[in-house]
């Protein structure tokens, strides 16, 4: 069978780094290929070359047999490939319909000059429905508004909407849930019937054996094996060959018995988005949130960090009422929040890997707006090698890998010296290595005696590393459960609870 593309011998060099030798890669028509690897394996850098926006050092790419030299991701889409890249690739200040057909606009009128924005708005909704999600997203809303889950999902509308023979799917679920990542493979399940050929990338590998027919495993930029799914009999197996030995122990034991309590809320609350949030945390403590994207976490814990306001309730720490109005003097008071985006609210990524990890508590490194930089980056380096940071703390952060990306982030706050520290989604997009020592980065902290909060959405995450699990549904608390009674159906009831109500009631608040 002739493949839809091939990539022969890819080479790919960057000043100081070769980030690809010599690999080889096809995608065949009706399809699913799967990329995975460690952060910095190099799929990036592949998905870059196949998408026109870099190009290779050496080595050909083949469209249906002929070979091509894309100059630009113009030059790709014309040669039938769409790619979902990993970094949102959203206009802010248009509507969701405009971004769904951006690049395939539809027009009306003598000459087809005038844009329809009736007809945009119908095919966005077409294409959201497809996904499962046409009453989640208004095709007339602005894009700022939503999530940044939701805006993930903007982006496969748009290139469902192209009917592109190729997809390259980069990270797509890493923003889902697992209601709609199952609600995307079952699109991708369709869509492989159709005749379409997938290259997807993810690092959630039971998703990669669930939906792939072949997956490709890259390590330091050199391809390691393709094999067929159906051979995978254990995710172990596909670990191992990821990153070269063996992973005894993806989480960590549960830390001991727990300390008084740190930090409780009682009865936040702001309209539109949560109400009557009540919860604990213990020194020594890891308290889970889990619920559905929407149920109202990330607004809980932006509130806790003054980063949104509160229309009521309270904040004590140590006993002691807060009445935080800034991210500054949550910080003060010894609140760490590390955001769901790293990228745009985690990182300046502008700035240097050991400027980041001082930037809150740049204070402590001089005075009178002067920074001993020589303190800083003794500070920041030692700090690094605890986390077993691995990128050049000299770089900017927006050329380290994802998984050295979050240990920056991490980093910044261990450096701040704080006592509570709120982790919303702290694995998303990065690879099972990766996550094993950001578990292990909790599991310390926590032995440190720090109150720790996780909101993730991979339930085995939670329940694997945490004390406590609260649900969230809603906007509201809807269950809370010890390690001993942790039960993932229960977790589920309680997160779909403000959906399934017998009247219908119960939505999340407007």
């Known amino acids: 069978m002739t493949a839809a593309v091939a990539l022969e011998d890819i080479a790919k060099d960057y000043p100081g780094v070769r980030a690809l030798s010599g690999v080889s890669l096809d995608l065949r028509a009706g399809e699913v290929h799967a990329l995975v690897g460690e952060n910095g394996a190099g799929k990036s850098t592949l998905i870059r070359i196949l998408s026109g926006d870099a190009r290779p050092n050496r080595g050909r790419i083949l469209v249906q047999g002929r070979e091509v030299q894309f100059q630009s991701p113009s030059d790709a889409r014309r040669h039938g490939i769409a790619t979902i890249f990993q970094e949102l690739m959203i206009v802010p200040g248009l509507s969701v319909a405009e971004n769904v057909v951006l690049g395939s606009e539809p027009t009306l009128g003598w000459g ?7 007809r945009a708005e119908q095919m966005a909704g077409e294409a959201l429905k497809s996904l499962g999600l046409a009453a ?46 199952e609600a995307l493979l079952r699109i991708l399940d369709r869509l492989r019937g159709q005749g379409s050929a997938i290259l997807y990338v993810s690092h959630r590998l039971n998703e990669v054996r669930r939906i792939a027919d072949r997956i490709t495993v890259l390590r330091g930029g050199q391809h ?95 006993g002691r009422r807060l009445a935080l109005r800034s991210p500054a003097e949550a910080i003060a008071s010894g609140i760490a929040y590390l955001p769901e985006d790293r990228k745009e609210q985690g990182l300046v990524l502008t700035l240097q890997g050991h400027e980041n990890l001082a930037m809150a508590s740049l204070e402590r490194y001089g005075g009178c707006g002067l920074v001993s930089w020589g303190r800083l980056r003794r500070s920041a380096q030692e700090v690094a090698a605890r986390l077993q940071f691995r ?56 032995m440190q005696g720090k109150a720790v909060i996780v909101v993730s959405s991979e339930l085995p995450e939670l329940v694997n590393l945490c004390h406590r699990i609260i649900v969230m549904s809603g906007g509201r608390v809807q269950d809370e459960m010890d390690a001993a009674d942790f039960d993932e159906r229960r977790i589920l009831a309680a997160a779909f609870a403000a959906h399934v109500g017998a009247d219908g009631a119960g939505e999340r608040i407007q």
């Open 112 to 118: 087809q000059q005038i844009y329809s924005r009736s």
């Open 136 to 181: 989640a997203i208004d095709p007339r809303a602005s894009v700022e508004s939503l999530s940044t889950a939701q805006k993930q999902i903007v982006e496969i509308a748009r290139a469902l909407l192209r009917n592109a023979p190729v997809i390259v799917l980069d990270e797509p679920t890493a923003a889902l849930s697992d209601n709609e990542a």
């Open 224 to 318: 390691i094996a393709t094999l067929p799914a159906a051979a995978v009999a254990r995710t172990e197996e596909l670990i191992e060959l990821m990153v070269g030995r063996p992973i005894e122990e993806l989480f960590p034991p549960r830390s001991p018995a727990r300390g008084g309590t740190v930090l409780a809320v009682r009865g936040l609350g702001r309209t539109g988005a949560f109400e009557d949030v009540s919860f604990e945390v213990r020194a020594g403590e890891i308290l889970g949130v889990a619920g559905l994207i929407g149920a109202g976490r990330t607004e809980v814990m932006r509130a806790i960090f003054a980063a949104d306001p509160l229309d009521r309730g309270e904040i004590l720490k140590d």
């Open 391 to 446: 990128g050049d703390l000299e770089a900017p952060a927006r050329v380290i890998s994802g998984g050295n990306q979050q240990k920056l982030v991490i980093g910044k706050w261990v450096l701040s010296k704080a006592d509570v520290l709120i982790f919303d989604e702290p694995t998303r997009g990065i690879d099972v290595g990766a996550k094993a020592e950001v578990y292990r980065l909790i599991y310390q902290l926590a």
